[in-house]
C-alpha cells in the first residue's frame, strides 16, 4: 500500500518496532465479519467468534450480502470486528432503564449493536447529522426491530439541549480514517497532517456540543477509526481537562491483543490489524463528573396506556399490545413502549425524529395498510396474518420489488417469510399480488447470481 509521506513519519516512531507488521498487515485482506440479530435468528453453524462480542462472527470469506435475503430481514449485521468492541463496554457499564444517545450512528452499526443491550425499559436514541445517511440509519434501525428506538436527525449542539437527559452518550466521531485503509483507498487519498488537525477541532466541538445532554455521572464513550494521537488520547485528555470527566476502564482478556493507550495517564483501548483481526479502532470510556442528580430533567416514567382507542384487532398486530401506546401521526400509526413514552414527548419537543417505535400502518379506505416496520419489528403478531414461507428465488423477487403471482394463496395481505424470518407484506388481488417492499429500500442490481450459499 503507498502510505502518505507524512503519515509513515508521524506513524512509525508511534509504532517503533512494529511498523513493520504492521504495514505487512495494511497489504493484507480486511477479515468479514457479522453480528448475528439474535431476536431474529440463531448463530446456526457460525462458530469462528469475535472474542470480545457473544453475537459477533468472523466469515471465511465475504459473500454477496446483497443477495442473502437474510441481511435485507435485519437478521444479521455486516459490522467490523474491531468497532463490536463497544459490545464489551456496555456489557461491563450498562444497566436496566438507561436512556443511550449514540450520537454520530449512521450507518447504524453501534446503534443495532447497542439496541441489543437495551432492557424494554430502556431508550435509544440514534442519530446522525446529514439527512442522506440519516435515511440509511432509519433504515438500518427498522430492519434491526427494536421498538424502543428513535431516530433523530440534529446537530449535537441542538441534541445538547436535552440538559442531563441521557446515562450514556457513544461519541463514534467523524475522523481522518487511518484505521480503514486497508478496507477504503478514499481513507488514504484523503489523508493529510491538516485533515487530522481539523477532525480533532471537529471532534472537539461536537463532543462540547452534546456534552450538556449528557447526566452527571453518565458514561461518555469515545470512539474513532485512526490511529494518531490528536484524534485520541490527546482528545480524551481534553474531555477530563475542558469538560470535567474520569476515565474509566474496561476489563479485557490479554488474549485477546487489544493494545493500550499510547499516553502516559490515559486509559484507552487500541485496535491494530497486525495484531488482532480487525481493522484499526480506538475507544475509551469516561465518566462525567458532578452530582449524580445535578442537571437531570426530571421526567415522570409513569405508564401511559394507549391514548387513542385504536380498534382492537389493529393492536393484535402486535404482541404484548397492552404494554404500547397506540398513536397516529401524519395518517399512519404507530406503537411506543408505554413506560417510555413521555420521554418520546420530550425528544419531539426538541428534535427532528425519522422513526419511532413500531410505525404500524395506515387506514386507506375499508383497508389497513400494514408497514414494513411492522413486517420487521421483533413484536409482530405473526398470528395476526397469513403467513407464506418462500424460496429464495421468490425473496430476491419480492426484494427487487418484482410483481409475484401467488394463485394458490387467499386475498388479502399475507406476510412473507424467508427461512421462518419475515420480509414483508404483499397484497394478494388474485391474479397478481401488489408488492409492497419499500421503493427506496429495494435490490438494484440487476446481476443476480442462480443461487446462493447461506451464510448461516
Ligand atoms: N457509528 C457509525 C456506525 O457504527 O455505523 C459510524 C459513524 S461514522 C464513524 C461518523 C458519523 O459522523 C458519520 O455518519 C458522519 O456523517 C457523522 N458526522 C459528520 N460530521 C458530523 C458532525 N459535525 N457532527 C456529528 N456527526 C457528524
Given at each position: ?17 512494529q ?9 493484507g485482506e ?58 464489551r ?19 447504524g452499526?453501534?446503534?443495532t ?14 442519530n446522525?447529522?446529514?439527512r ?10 427498522t430492519?434491526?426491530?427494536n421498538?424502543?428506538t428513535?431516530v ?9 439541549k ?13 475522523c ?7 478496507k477504503?483507498?478514499g ?24 456534552w ?14 485512526t ?9 480524551v ?33 487500541r ?5 488482532m ?62 413506560c417510555?413514552?413521555?420521554y ?86 388474485g ?7 419499500p ?18
Amino acid at each position: 500500500m503507498n502510505l502518505p509521506t507524512d503519515f509513515v513519519t508521524y506513524t512509525k516512531p508511534l509504532l517503533g518496532e512494529q511498523w513493520k507488521s504492521f504495514v505487512e498487515a495494511l497489504d493484507g485482506e480486511s477479515p468479514t465479519s457479522i453480528r448475528i440479530n439474535h431476536s431474529k435468528m440463531t448463530s446456526g453453524k457460525l462458530s469462528n467468534q469475535v472474542s470480545w462480542c457473544d453475537n459477533g462472527f468472523y466469515l471465511d470469506k465475504r459473500p454477496q450480502f446483497t443477495f442473502d435475503p437474510l441481511f435485507h430481514a435485519g437478521g444479521y449485521y455486516v459490522q467490523e470486528a474491531s468497532s463490536m468492541f463497544i459490545a464489551r463496554v456496555l456489557k461491563q457499564y450498562a444497566s436496566p432503564s438507561m436512556k443511550v444517545l449514540d450520537l454520530c450512528a449512521a450507518p447504524g452499526g453501534k446503534s443495532t449493536l447497542i439496541a441489543d443491550f437495551l432492557d424494554e425499559h430502556s431508550l435509544l436514541v440514534s442519530n446522525e447529522v446529514i439527512r442522506s445517511r440519516a435515511n440509511i440509519l432509519s433504515e438500518n434501525i427498522t430492519k434491526w426491530g427494536n421498538p424502543n428506538t428513535i431516530v433523530t436527525n440534529n446537530d449535537p449542539s441542538r441534541i445538547g439541549k436535552l440538559k442531563g437527559f441521557f446515562d450514556i452518550v457513544l461519541v463514534d466521531a467523524p475522523c481522518s480514517g487511518e484505521g480503514m485503509f486497508r478496507k477504503d483507498e478514499g481513507a488514504v487519498a484523503e489523508w493529510s497532517l491538516e485533515n487530522v488537525r481539523l477532525c480533532k477541532e471537529r471532534q472537539q466541538r461536537i463532543l462540547a456540543d452534546v456534552w450538556p445532554a449528557l447526566r452527571s455521572g453518565g458514561v461518555l464513550i469515545y470512539s474513532t477509526c485512526t490511529y494518531n494521537l490528536e484524534e485520541n488520547e490527546q482528545n480524551v485528555r481534553w474531555i477530563c481537562d475542558e469538560l470535567g470527566a474520569d476515565i474509566l476502564s474496561v476489563d479485557i482478556d490479554e488474549e485477546w491483543e487489544i493494545s493500550s493507550s499510547l499516553i502516559e495517564g490515559v486509559t484507552a483501548y487500541r485496535f491494530f490489524p497486525h495484531k488482532m483481526n480487525g481493522e484499526g479502532f480506538f475507544c475509551a470510556v469516561l465518566r462525567k463528573k458532578g452530582d449524580e442528580e445535578n442537571g437531570v430533567r426530571k421526567i415522570k416514567d409513569k405508564d401511559n396506556r394507549s391514548k387513542i382507542n385504536l380498534e382492537t384487532e389493529y393492536k393484535n398486530l402486535i404482541l404484548n399490545s397492552d404494554r404500547f401506546t397506540f398513536y397516529p401521526r401524519n395518517d399512519k400509526w404507530f406503537a411506543f413502549p408505554s413506560c417510555l413514552y413521555n420521554y418520546l414527548q420530550t425528544i419531539k419537543s426538541e428534535l427532528n425524529i425519522l422513526s419511532e417505535g413500531i410505525c404500524l400502518g395506515e387506514f386507506k379506505g375499508k383497508d389497513f395498510v400494514p408497514e414494513q416496520s411492522l413486517a420487521l419489528s421483533n413484536f409482530l403478531n405473526r398470528e395476526a396474518f397469513v403467513t407464506l414461507e418462500v424460496d429464495w428465488k421468490t425473496a430476491i423477487s419480492y426484494l427487487r420489488k418484482e410483481a409475484l403471482v401467488f394463485t394458490d394463496q387467499p386475498k388479502g395481505y399475507i406476510l412473507l417469510t424467508y427461512r421462518n424470518i419475515p420480509l414483508g407484506f404483499v397484497k394478494n388481488i388474485g391474479n397478481r399480488a401488489n408488492n409492497l417492499y419499500p421503493q427506496e429500500w429495494r435490490i438494484r442490481s440487476s446481476n443476480v447470481p442462480d443461487q446462493v450459499e447461506n451464510i448461516i
